[in-house]
């Protein structure tokens, strides 16, 4: 059962900028970091970006960095904001949580999301 819950996902071309969310209904983002993952059809999930639970320490992946932006608000609220999107963007993105620091482990994290799909046509 997911205990996170992302929203934003949909069909955008090349080029186009999203905005995900991430909010977690009953529980607070303190003391967790939160992180964002996705996964592409036939790949394994893959990190993306995480944030420390004190939102001062940011880490992306080389294939995001500059493009993706992942931060939270004081709403219990995290997003991942993605400029200049391309096809290759095309996966189900999840957003995931844990009590600790960053780590860009999928088993790592205790708390996910189900997913939302995000379709970047060329």
């Known amino acids: 059962q997911a205990q996170l819950v992302e929203s934003g996902g949909g069909l955008v071309q090349a080029g186009d900028s999203l905005r995900l969310s991430c909010t977690a209904p009953g529980r607070t983002f303190n003391f967790y970091s939160m992180a964002w993952f996705r996964q592409a059809p036939g790949k394994e999930r893959e990190f993306l970006a995480g944030l420390g639970w004190r939102s001062e320490e940011t880490v992306y992946a080389d294939s995001v960095k500059g493009r993706f932006t992942i931060s939270r608000d004081n709403t219990n609220t995290g997003y991942l904001d993605m400029v200049s999107l391309k096809p290759e963007d095309t996966?189900?993105?999840?957003?995931?949580?844990?009590?600790?620091?960053?780590?860009?482990?999928?088993?790592?994290?205790?708390?996910?999301?189900?997913?939302?799909?995000?379709?970047?046509?060329?």
């Open 91 to 122: 996966a189900v993105y999840y957003c995931a949580a844990r009590s600790g620091g960053i780590h860009d482990q999928v088993s790592d994290y205790t708390l996910w999301g189900q997913g939302t799909q995000v379709t970047v046509s060329a």
